[in-house]
């Protein structure tokens, strides 16, 4: 759990520079839905190869 509190502090902390690099901040929530897009496939994926 330590780890990925530390992975979601690290994208939140980086985010403005990715809108910003992007050249829009209306991507911000853009950002977050991804990550935890992400998360949830990996998690998913993850738990049915440990089954």
Do not use: H
């Amino acid at each position: 759990m330590m780890a990925v509190g530390f992975e979601g502090l690290s994208v939140t902390t980086i985010a403005p520079s990715i809108a910003g690099d992007l050249n829009g901040l209306d991507l911000f929530g853009w950002i977050f839905s991804t990550y935890l897009l992400v998360q949830i496939i990996g998690t998913l994926v993850v738990g049915r190869i440990i089954d």
